[in-house]
């Protein structure tokens, strides 16, 4: 059975920055690409950055570009989210997500349950 | 960047069929898929590949895509259908992901 499991939510100041992680079990990991993708109270889905199975794609939205980074260890079955000089319209669900390819095209067949990111003073 | 646009809502009654539109520039030229979210879940895949459904997904859920337009169709309607309903793209052009921004199905 697939599971995603995220960490690393929380509370954080305008301009802070946050890691967020996901760890990934009961697939083979690293031949599958996966992806962030967030969500705003009461908003509609946003997706917001994915790396491909061997980690040499990645791409972002542009509302992140230049602030998020997406890495994976694929020797340990993590994906992460490093995310600098956050704002408040950064808050959110983050979803963790599983591709059903090597490459990043966004058919998701796996969710995480989400971290909750705030960045209010 | 590429838009989706879908209905901010849809009412239908139980056993009725349910229609949820989801527009962007040649749709039917990208590979379209449908994501069901209730609240306080996580989104669940319904409809890939235009048309295909994952395993477990029942019969009554059905899509189409052509033109300017995807639809997402649902046969006699359920109370448990009630939820929110998302289309999403890989617009290739670009390299990124875009998500409509979802309808709210509301079973009468």
């Known amino acids: 059975e697939v599971q995603l499991l995220e960490s690393g939510g929380g509370l954080v100041q305008p301009g802070g920055s946050l890691t967020l992680s996901c760890a990934a079990s009961g697939f083979t990991f690293s031949s599958y690409a996966m992806s962030w993708v967030r969500q705003a109270p009461g908003k509609g889905l946003e997706w917001v950055s994915g790396?491909?199975?061997?980690?040499?794609?990645?791409y972002y939205a542009d509302s992140v570009k230049g602030r998020f980074t997406i890495s994976r260890d694929n020797s340990n079955n993590a994906l992460y989210l490093q995310m600098n000089s956050l704002r408040a319209d950064d808050t959110a669900v983050y979803y963790c997500a599983k591709d059903d390819s090597l490459m990043v095209v966004l058919r998701v067949d796996s969710w995480g349950q989400g971290t909750l990111v705030t960045v209010s003073s | 960047s590429y838009v989706l646009t879908q209905p901010l809502s849809v009412s239908v009654a139980p056993g009725k069929t349910a229609r949820i539109t989801c527009g962007g520039d040649?749709?039917?030229?990208?590979?379209v898929n449908w994501y069901q979210q209730k609240p306080g879940q996580a989104p669940v895949l319904v409809i890939y590949?235009?048309?295909d459904r994952p395993s477990g997904i029942p019969e009554r859920f059905s899509a189409s895509n052509s033109g300017n337009t995807a639809t997402l169709t649902i046969s006699r309607v359920e109370a448990g259908d009630e939820a929110d309903y998302h289309c999403?793209?890989?617009?290739?052009?670009?390299?990124?992901?875009?998500f409509g921004g979802g309808t709210k199905l509301t079973v009468l």
């Open positions: 999403q793209v890989w617009d290739s052009s670009s390299d990124q992901g875009v």
């Open positions: 590949y235009d048309s």
């Open positions: 790396i491909s199975g061997f980690g040499g794609g990645t």
């Open positions: 040649n749709v039917g030229s990208k590979s």
